[in-house]
């Protein structure tokens, strides 16, 4: 079966991390790039980071650059979005997403709040 699957999502203190985990299944995961995106309440989903499929290569939106980090364990069929100094503006539901197709993970919440 084809499918992601997202985990490590909650609640948090501003100023907190959280690792978010995007277990994968079902293809061959290290023939495709991998991406994250997060969807705040009232607001269209927006690319977040993305990486490569060799992870050679990562890309970032301006408002996480220096924060967030993505990174991939091809061995593990995992992809995973490291998030530190996290702002309540980070507030949302992340999901995975495989190659910028129509494969997407039913998503994680992230809650950034005192």
Known sequence: QVQLV??????VQPGGSLRLSCAASGFIFSSYGM???RQAPGKERELVASISSSGGSTNYA???????T?????AKNTVYLEMN???PED???Y????GGGRLWGQGTLVTVSS
């Open 62 to 68: 301006d408002s996480v650059k220096g924060r967030f």
């Open 95 to 98: 999901y995975c997403n495989r």
């Open 85 to 87: 100094s996290l702002k």
């Open 6 to 11: 997202e985990s490590g999502g909650g609640l």
């Open 70 to 74: 993505i990174s991939r364990d091809n």
């Open 91 to 93: 507030t949302g539901v």
């Open 35 to 37: 991406s994250w995106y």
